[in-house]
């Protein structure tokens, strides 16, 4: 279910196959997924999203493996299954083996359940984690 | 504000003792942070919680670094702000340098605008991202 | 996948069947979706809930349309599918244009980047923005 | 902080007062707690909430106690610090035990981990589970 | 749409299978749902995870189906729909009427909206609700 | 409690100084709240997050008080307490009423009970909501 329609190349602005090329060029494929075809309708959105998640997602401190099973963490835990699904991918593609991708799973649902446990109990920032 | 006090090395009970112990031996510190001690009026769950995350967070195929700037990721996600605090101080203790806690943290923002845009728009998964 | 049957109007409760009466009176359609056929196992958590949309979505000081956008932006953070279905629709039938339906993701897609940014970094609340 | 003031029984238009008036006579205490002095600024929802906490909160199939408890168990979900504490109260003046609030606390943690290991693995739902 | 296959008995290694006997045993059934067989790829997060469930959810101060009944509560709050059908059925299954089921759902409902006005408004805690 | 420290004007690196220079020139006020003093230890998101909320809050479809409610809708959904407080004064500012701001918070609480009820009975989407 959708709440717009997906956009083919054909159907694309200016605007929008400008940043599907970049999309092409940046990723060294022809295939773009359907979060962008999602997206495309509203070009100016389009644009500013992509070239925030080249920015975000390129070259920095972080690899970039390290840097997609951080996307996958936070989209699991916003319930995001499509993004689940899009960045255990691309984390995949990037050289995550399934012992990590395990391991990755079993600290999102331990943070899970200490996340509330805190909660629950009110926990006071000790003083030591204070800057 | 807490539901309940945190108690003293002196109020524990011989079970959440021996776990306080634990906790002492492996992080080689006198320190015990509020969470362990809130949750020491349950001595069956902090024992529990303790070695649970003692094999989640222990050796394994990721580095000790990676797993708490995730714990953190998750911690953001679920608006916990003691675990966001004394995960980070872990991180940073293991390494974390200021230009990675600055990446980590915009890759959380970014993952969170997407994970909303692509539930606003309901994209479906790609056949290409199915296993 | 449901957790309760819907139910067809010949399997409505006498207290169930005078809620649908008045919805298809106010709306002025024949038409009742899911969410109240679903909810019409509980008579009297169905008609409480009406009588509170009525109250809640009707007129104010805010437009109907401006309202049925708050709707789809929290529904969007609930990550409820159907919730975001039922309520574009409704926005859109009240005069949401498509141009205003994008505005209306790109700030729910900002809004959820910021808090958790903000949330990371633990920002205390400025002076000037309390009362 | 708070983005209202709290409202003084001085304060209070003659609409509100009549509520405060029925949430004194029902719980037969003088007490109102500051979510309502909170509320009292739209004696319209102020109104609407109050009654609704009765029917929903009121005798039933659950007994009180328990209701409380789910009440905390949601809250908690959804990182409601207020909500935790003052239903946490009711439910401790209602007899939820030490060891009860104990085990609520450690389902609550347990089902946000598996909860967040489902959405990770995109578990589907066993036919079992169907109606 | 899962991000792992879901293994069959067959495919179990003698660790998961050691769990899976358990589970059979413990239950005693010869139905093991999809949860367990997505998590088997992972045998020490498996096996961890359902003795902390046999803990959490056995015989203690609270009785099965309550403690059901808080999974559920939970995993409404969290938007996993997977949980949400087991765990109903296992309420149910323990025990759970559909009259209870309704006054759960009202009650997780009414929490919801609650827990948001009380955010909305800031509201700070009373101090009759302070230990 | 913060997990960076904020900057003051004489600490700000050139490229922050630039985007806080722009900040003050377009919000005609000398006021630069505390979100932009934490998130300038990295220049970089700095800028791109400035550049990305003048884009989508700016001139558009939605006029600019539309566009603070639904942030603020957002933020609350989010449980972010600074967002809710900074962006509550900007919809104010802008020209939101007390009773608009009673509204809004009444359509938040509303959307937010029949999202989770929705998601608790697992209600199919009507084909009449869909494209």
Redesign the interface.
């Known amino acids: 279910?959708?709440?717009?329609?997906?956009l083919t190349d054909d159907e694309l602005s200016p605007e929008a196959r400008a940043v599907f090329d970049d999309i092409r060029a940046v990723r060294q494929t022809e295939?773009v997924?359907?979060?962008w075809r999602?997206?495309a309708?509203?070009p100016?959105?389009l644009k500013?999203?992509w070239e925030?998640?080249k920015?975000?997602?390129g070259p920095?401190?972080?690899d970039a493996k390290?840097?997609e099973?951080?996307?996958?963490?936070?989209?699991?835990?916003?319930?995001?299954?499509?993004?689940?699904?899009?960045?255990?991918?691309a984390a995949r593609a990037k050289g995550m083996?399934?012992?990590?991708?395990?391991?990755?799973?079993?600290?999102?649902?331990?943070?899970?359940?200490?996340?509330?446990?805190?909660?629950?109990?009110?926990?006071?920032?000790?003083d030591?984690?204070?800057?």
């Open positions: 279910m959708a709440t717009v329609r997906l295939f997924n359907n979060f999602a997206l309708h509203d100016v959105t500013r999203t925030s998640i920015q975000v997602m920095g401190a972080l390290t840097k099973m951080l996307y996958v963490a936070v989209s699991i835990a916003h319930g995001c299954n499509y993004c689940i699904h899009s960045h255990t991918a083996t399934e012992a990590e991708f395990a391991e990755l799973i079993a600290i999102v649902g331990m943070a899970s359940e200490t996340n509330r446990i805190v909660t629950a109990l009110g926990v006071e920032v000790d030591e984690f204070k800057l």
